[in-house]
């Protein structure tokens, strides 16, 4: 796929040819007002019409195209600014053409280009004044006012439409990276930070209006043997087969997420824990009933802890700590069973 970088000078050409031209336009009317000599002419054609064809194919047959690209901007500010001596310092003419060519130059993103296209526009300038002197007649006619409002319309549009692509392809850009901070790539339930955040906020509002809420964390068991037996591809369908398993028995406004390699946690807002306690085991027997497609004799079980919030959990770190201790108690206990946290309407439940 062609980079930003590599599209650039594809990008301007169509854009160089409209700006030349149509700068080369007001220049022209201004040229026709004062019966100007072959010589002013040539020095606006060339830049005008030819220069824009000429820098695409120094670009295209370059080796390196940004950087052709880079010079040649450069140069259409030399050139932008050798007009102005060739209209004699016609006043709006003059400013307008200097001041796109910078915005030209700033809108490239290119850092410091802006800067550089300085000393080019000086150079361009007294090039221009070497070819038609030093005349001052700054007054502008109408004729030529109106000339240069195609210019003015044209450029800010154009402007204008390149910086609602970038505005857009950004906003595009920030959801993607969103979604990748906010989701697992291997199962697409939530990762980490995400999932800590909804559980904070859950633990947040079971404290402020006592909401219930109920975290379960769920490990498969002996998963290192299933990676040593099959590999890690195998592994990888597990835990994808898994966060299946845990997907189907989440509501909308539940938070599944990928703890850590074979571990999961789930936040369930508004649940009490005999409820909480029922899906656990509903995930842990469909888990028994897992078939891989690839291994469809690989047999998988997970151990699963239950903790309800309560007040004892000042922070996220004791509600999670509570959960894992009743994983550990599913796991001590014997593997593919769930547990509950030491309450004692939850003692462990098998
Ligand atoms: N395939 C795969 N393996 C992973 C991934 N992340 C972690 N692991 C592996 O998961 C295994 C985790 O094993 P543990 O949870 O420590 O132990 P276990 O074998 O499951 O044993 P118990 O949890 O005690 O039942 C390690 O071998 C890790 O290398 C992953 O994204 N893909």
Known sequence: MPTPRRQMPRRIYPLRILGMGLGGMVVGVVLWERHASVSAWLAMVLPAFVWPHVAYLITRHSADPYRAETRNLL?????????????????????LLL???????????????????????????????ALAGLHWAPETSMRVM??????????????????????????????????????????????RGHWQEQAEAALRRHHASNEPACMLMLDIDHFKEINDAHGHTVGDEVIRALAH??????????????????????????????????????????????????????????SIGVAPADHRHSNL??????????????????????????????????
């Open 317 to 350: 770190r004791a509600w999670i700590d509570a959960a894992d201790a009743a994983l550990y108690a599913a796991k001590n206990g014997g593997r593919n069973r769930v547990a509950g946290c030491m309450e004692p309407a939850l003692a462990p439940a098998v």
């Open 75 to 95: 140069i259409d500010s030399a050139l932008a600014a050798s007009f102005v001596p060739l209209m004699h310092f016609n006043l709006l003419p003059s400013v």
């Open 146 to 191: 109106v000339a240069c409002l195609p210019v003015m319309a044209l450029h800010t549009l154009s402007v204008s439409m390149v910086s609602y692509q970038l505005i857009r392809q950004s906003a595009r850009h920030n959801q993607m990276l969103d979604e990748l901070r906010r989701v697992d790539a291997l199962t697409g339930l939530f990762g």
């Open 245 to 302: 398993v845990v997907r189907g028995n989440v509501r909308a406004g539940d938070c599944a997420g990928r703890y850590g390699g074979d571990e999961f946690a789930i936040v369930l807002p508004g649940m009490l824990a005999k409820d909480a306690l029922a899906i656990a085991h509903r995930i842990r027997e469909q888990t028994e009933g897992v078939r891989l497609r690839s291994l469809p004799g690989v047999r998988i079980t997970s």
């Open 99 to 129: 001041t796109l060519t910078m915005v030209d130059k700033i809108t490239t993103g290119i850092r410091g280009l802006w800067a550089r296209a300085l000393p080019a526009m000086l150079v361009g300038g007294l090039a221009g004044a």
